[in-house]
């Protein structure tokens, strides 16, 4: 079973920037899709970002899309990462990173296989 572990998460002031990372052990790292969720206070868990194995497909939740990029380094083949650019009050949330045992990038939580424990990222004014 792939362990996930993120980190990067911390208090950042709104119009900052941000990148979380999200190591894990998984075999065939490029062989596998991953995704960020993030579950804000008083939310449903909600998608973030996802990326394709071989990380030439992406797909970005409106709420982040244009100020966000995912990307991974399957060289290493145990890192993805997220950033955030122009962060805003609404971004405050944990945020998960997941792994699907499949290629495919998806939005839907129950695609994914494994989820890591999350890491809190805090907006302030």
């Known amino acids: 079973q792939p362990l996930l572990e993120e980190s990067g998460g911390g208090l950042v002031h709104a119009g900052e920037s941000l990148t979380l990372s999200c190591a894990t052990s998984?075999?065939?790292?490029?062989?596998?899709?991953m995704a960020w969720f993030r579950q804000r206070p008083g939310y449903e868990r909600e998608f973030v970002a996802a990326i394709s194995g071989g990380g030439r497909a992406t797909n970005y939740a409106d709420s982040v899309k244009g100020r966000s990029t995912i990307s991974r380094d399957n060289a290493s083949g145990t890192t993805m990462s997220l950033r955030i650019n122009v962060l805003k009050l609404d971004d405050t949330a944990v945020y998960h990173c997941?792994?699907?045992?499949?290629?495919?990038?998806?939005?839907?939580?129950?695609?994914?296989?494994?989820w890591g424990q999350g890491t809190q990222v805090t907006v302030s004014p």
């Open positions: 997941a792994l699907r045992v499949s290629n495919y990038p998806s939005s839907s939580e129950n695609d994914y296989d494994y």
């Open positions: 998984a075999h065939a790292f490029s062989r596998v899709a």
